[in-house]
């Protein structure tokens, strides 16, 4: 299996701009995390989905985030419009059960 | 993947000793508890997990205790190895049925050859 799958690894991008993250679970998985590591606020789950369907977004910086999971092979999140202290990197999980298996991540900069 | 927080707690040790990982979770209820391995630029790996009806739990050089009077967890590594330096993360599920976890702030292991 080759795990969670993240892309892209690394996005470099302008203040305003959008920025789309993506990620492919683990197959067979039913549930789906998205994190964000920074130094100062360590590992902070925004949103998770169950059956592709959102269940807690409570995580959510604000209305500039948005996520979606249109089908049990694909989600996304979404930044717009990006902001230099949206810099971090984040994280997509995916589990059947209690053990959540994490990519590689993706190391977002806002200039 | 980076670090977590400005205070992150160190521990160094020698190599070949034993290292101890602690960790203080919040909530009474949680039922499910794992512990994850952070190296730079990766993604955080699981080590162990252990039910809320175990005090404990053994795996290949990795032992995780669970105290749930004091609320206490800790991470138990046999003969340091210089791979085994990372971050260590204990996370906890709270309980409520969910898959959601809640993660600590993490502990720096130093491995010294």
């Known amino acids: 299996d080759a795990g969670v799958i993240q892309s892209p690894r690394h996005e470099v991008t302008e203040m305003g701009q959008e920025v789309t993250l993506r990620c492919k679970p683990i197959?067979?998985?039913?549930?789906l995390f998205w994190y964000r590591q920074t130094m100062m606020r360590g590992l902070e789950l925004l949103i998770y989905f169950n059956n592709n369907v959102p269940i807690d977004d409570s995580g959510m910086p604000e209305d500039r985030f948005s996520a979606k999971m249109p089908n049990a092979s694909f989600s996304t999140l979404k930044i717009q419009p990006s902001e230099p202290r949206d810099s971090a990197v984040y994280f997509c999980a995916s589990s059947r059960y209690n053990e959540q298996f994490f990519g590689p991540g993706t190391r977002l900069t806002v200039l | 993947g980076e670090s977590v927080g400005l205070h992150l707690p160190t521990l160094s040790v020698q190599e070949g000793d034993n290292s101890i990982i602690n960790c203080a979770y919040s909530n009474s209820a949680s039922d499910y508890f794992i512990w994850y391995k952070q190296e730079s630029g990766k993604g955080p790996q699981f080590i162990i997990d252990?039910?809320?009806?175990?005090d404990k739990r053994q795996g290949q050089r990795v032992t995780v205790l669970l105290n749930k009077t004091v609320k206490h967890l800790s991470l138990q590594i046999a003969a340091t190895q210089p791979g085994d330096s990372a971050v260590y993360f204990c996370a906890e599920n709270m309980g409520d049925s969910s898959y959601k976890l809640i993660f600590g702030s993490g502990t720096r292991l130093l491995v010294r050859p």
């Open positions: 197959s067979g998985h039913n549930s």
């Open positions: 252990i039910r809320s009806n175990m």
